[in-house]
């Protein structure tokens, strides 16, 4: 399981409850209702902080086998 920092916890645990209470707003003004949406909201802010959150998961990289001429 990644690790967060205690104040990047809290920080998400308080967006999640402005969330709740209908408070929290996207860039763009509006309400924001998907839970989703708010976690995303909540470690953009703690990243913004400087405060210790990990690094999105990427996908692996496929290495392409290299095909030989057919002689």
Known sequence: MTKYSKKAQEKIED???????????????????????????AISEAKEKGLKVPPKKT?????????????
């Open 15 to 41: 967006v999640m409850h402005e969330r709740k209470k209908g408070k929290l707003k996207s860039s763009s003004g509006e309400k924001v209702k998907d839970q989703k949406q708010a976690v995303a909201i």
């Open 59 to 71: 996908p692996a990289k496929k290495t392409s086998a290299k095909k030989s001429k057919a002689k």
